[in-house]
Protein backbone atom coordinates (compact mmCIF):
# COMPACT_ATOMS: atom_id res chain seq x y z
CA UNK A 1 0.00 0.00 0.00
CA UNK A 2 2.67 2.71 1.03
CA UNK A 3 4.70 1.97 -2.30
CA UNK A 4 1.59 2.43 -4.50
CA UNK A 5 0.61 5.49 -2.51
CA UNK A 6 4.68 6.59 -3.24
CA UNK A 7 3.98 5.71 -7.03
CA UNK A 8 0.63 7.70 -6.98
CA UNK A 9 2.41 11.16 -5.07
CA UNK A 10 5.38 11.02 -7.20
CA UNK A 11 3.26 10.75 -10.57
CA UNK A 12 1.36 13.45 -9.60
CA UNK A 13 4.36 16.02 -8.80
CA UNK A 14 5.81 15.11 -11.76
CA UNK A 15 2.74 16.00 -13.43
CA UNK A 16 2.14 19.18 -11.99
CA UNK A 17 5.80 20.07 -12.60
CA UNK A 18 5.84 19.32 -16.01
CA UNK A 19 3.95 22.30 -17.90
CA UNK A 20 6.14 24.86 -15.58
CA UNK A 21 9.31 23.52 -16.61
CA UNK A 22 8.27 23.12 -20.14
CA UNK A 23 6.97 26.56 -20.07
CA UNK A 24 10.52 27.79 -18.48
CA UNK A 25 12.46 25.74 -21.43
CA UNK A 26 10.40 27.91 -24.32
CA UNK A 27 11.03 30.99 -22.47
CA UNK A 28 14.39 30.36 -22.46
CA UNK A 29 14.78 29.60 -26.10
CA UNK A 30 12.59 32.20 -27.14
CA UNK A 31 15.12 35.22 -26.50
CA UNK A 32 17.74 33.86 -28.54
CA UNK A 33 16.35 34.74 -31.60
CA UNK A 34 17.75 38.27 -33.15
CA UNK A 35 15.50 40.49 -35.29
CA UNK A 36 16.36 40.31 -39.00
CA UNK A 37 19.43 42.49 -40.03
CA UNK A 38 18.50 46.00 -42.07
CA UNK A 39 19.72 46.89 -45.23
CA UNK A 40 21.40 49.30 -43.78
CA UNK A 41 23.32 47.13 -41.02
CA UNK A 42 24.16 44.12 -43.26
CA UNK A 43 26.03 46.80 -45.41
CA UNK A 44 28.01 48.43 -42.32
CA UNK A 45 28.65 44.87 -41.20
CA UNK A 46 30.29 44.16 -44.64
CA UNK A 47 32.46 46.95 -44.60
CA UNK A 48 33.71 46.59 -41.76
CA UNK A 49 33.89 42.52 -41.91
CA UNK A 50 36.55 43.90 -44.84
CA UNK A 51 37.96 46.14 -43.39
CA UNK A 52 38.82 44.22 -40.06
CA UNK A 53 38.46 40.39 -40.51
CA UNK A 54 41.97 39.84 -40.79
CA UNK A 55 41.79 35.99 -40.32
CA UNK A 56 38.65 35.71 -42.99
CA UNK A 57 36.51 33.67 -40.90
CA UNK A 58 33.63 36.73 -41.56
CA UNK A 59 33.49 37.63 -37.51
CA UNK A 60 35.32 40.11 -35.71
CA UNK A 61 36.85 38.18 -33.10
CA UNK A 62 38.05 39.37 -30.02
CA UNK A 63 41.26 40.83 -31.26
CA UNK A 64 40.19 41.97 -33.96
CA UNK A 65 37.06 44.32 -32.18
CA UNK A 66 40.02 45.54 -30.33
CA UNK A 67 41.97 47.39 -33.25
CA UNK A 68 38.92 48.92 -34.19
CA UNK A 69 39.01 52.65 -34.15
CA UNK A 70 36.47 54.64 -32.16
CA UNK A 71 34.31 55.91 -35.03
CA UNK A 72 33.90 52.62 -36.39
CA UNK A 73 32.80 51.13 -33.39
CA UNK A 74 30.54 54.10 -32.70
CA UNK A 75 28.50 53.24 -36.13
CA UNK A 76 27.97 49.79 -34.76
CA UNK A 77 26.89 50.61 -31.80
CA UNK A 78 24.60 53.08 -33.11
CA UNK A 79 23.54 50.41 -35.95
CA UNK A 80 22.34 48.33 -33.16
CA UNK A 81 25.45 45.69 -34.18
CA UNK A 82 27.34 46.07 -30.74
CA UNK A 83 25.15 44.49 -28.65
CA UNK A 84 26.22 41.39 -26.32
CA UNK A 85 30.16 41.68 -27.33
CA UNK A 86 31.21 44.21 -24.64
CA UNK A 87 32.25 42.79 -21.35
CA UNK A 88 32.65 45.20 -18.55
CA UNK A 89 36.21 46.35 -18.32
CA UNK A 90 38.42 43.95 -16.23
CA UNK A 91 35.53 40.70 -16.44
CA UNK A 92 38.25 38.58 -17.79
CA UNK A 93 41.00 39.49 -15.66
CA UNK A 94 41.57 36.86 -12.89
CA UNK A 95 41.71 37.68 -9.20
CA UNK A 96 45.14 37.72 -7.63
CA UNK A 97 45.69 34.54 -5.92
CA UNK A 98 47.09 34.61 -2.21
Known sequence: MKKL??????????????????RAADADSGNKKRPKAT?????LRKELLEKYDTNKDHKLDKEER???SKEDQEKL???GLAGGHKK????DKKAPSK
Open 5 to 22: LTLALGISLLGGLTPALL
Open 39 to 43: EEQRK
Open 66 to 68: AKM
Open 77 to 79: EKA
Open 88 to 91: HEGA
